[in-house]
T-cell receptor, first 112, second 115 residues
Framework: GDSVTQMEGPVTLSEEAFLTINCTYT??????LFWYVQYPGEGLQLLLK?????DKGSNKGFEATYRKETTSFHLEKGSVQVSDSAVYFCALSDRTGNQFYFGTGTSLTVIP | DTEVTQTPKHLVMGMTNKKSLKCEQH?????MYWYKQKAKKPPELMFVYSYEKLSINESVPSRFSPECPNSSLLNLHLHALQPEDSALYLC??????????????FGPGTRLTVT
């Protein structure tokens, strides 16, 4: 079945460091891919998405490229801020659009 | 407006109580979802409603009973819960137009504690 494998955390970075959170997927067909962010005590917020191969999703300085050849959707940010501290979930939507498959989540802490 | 609202924000209930969680969206979405999230884990899908009809029930115990009164509202009725049901309950919504795939928008959740 479809699945998402996400890099284990927690990740701790200094402010202004470069961030990469790895995400790979297994799916039949051509899924859509998403990154969600969850701040402490809150629900999930859509951070960015990509719906077909080679699409690049971007938002708030974060970006991720849908790589079909490597079945990956890695999240990157060039310079993290303390306010980026949160849990990040990679997700895949199957062809019906009703089922989301979430990765295990990666906790990011950015220290000043 | 991409807001999904949920009430209450926090709920404490005993194992013999009956309570309900409410979710509302005004984005014109026709698919709505209930998820359960335990600490430090990803959300787990419980139910999916599509055009106000239950389309997916992920083998959820009958002490959880969903209801979709109209296209904007989704309820989750709780009865005779167990302490292990304590979790964050998240509601989400999305478009549902056949073959296209749309992102889900999540509410802030209800933090449920069963005593």
């Amino acid at each position: 079945g479809d699945s998402v494998t996400q890099m284990e955390g927690p990740v701790t970075l200094s402010e202004e460091a470069f961030l990469t959170i790895n995400c790979t997927y297994t799916a039949t067909g051509y899924p859509s891919l998403f990154w969600y962010v969850q701040y402490p005590g809150e629900g999930l917020q859509l951070l960015l998405k990509a719906t077909k191969a080679d699409d690049k999703g971007s938002n708030k300085g974060f970006e991720a490229t849908y790589r079909k050849e490597t079945t990956s959707f890695h999240l990157e940010k060039g310079s993290v801020q303390v306010s980026d501290s949160a849990v990040y979930f990679c997700a895949l939507s199957d062809r019906t659009g009703n089922q989301f498959y979430f990765g295990t989540g990666t906790s990011l802490t950015v220290i000043p | 407006d991409t807001e999904v609202t949920q009430t209450p924000k926090h709920l404490v209930m005993g194992m013999t109580n009956k309570k309900s969680l409410k979710c509302e969206q005004h984005m014109g979405h026709r698919a709505m979802y209930w998820y359960k999230q335990k600490a430090k884990k990803p959300p787990e899908l419980m139910f999916v409603y599509s055009y106000e009809k239950l389309s997916i029930n992920e083998s959820v115990p009958s002490r959880f009973s969903p209801e979709c009164p109209n296209s904007s509202l989704l309820n989750l009725h709780l009865h005779a819960l167990q302490p292990e049901d304590s979790a964050l309950y998240l509601c989400a919504s999305s478009h549902d137009r056949g073959r296209d795939i749309y992102e889900q928008y999540f509410g802030p959740g209800t933090r449920l504690t069963v005593t």
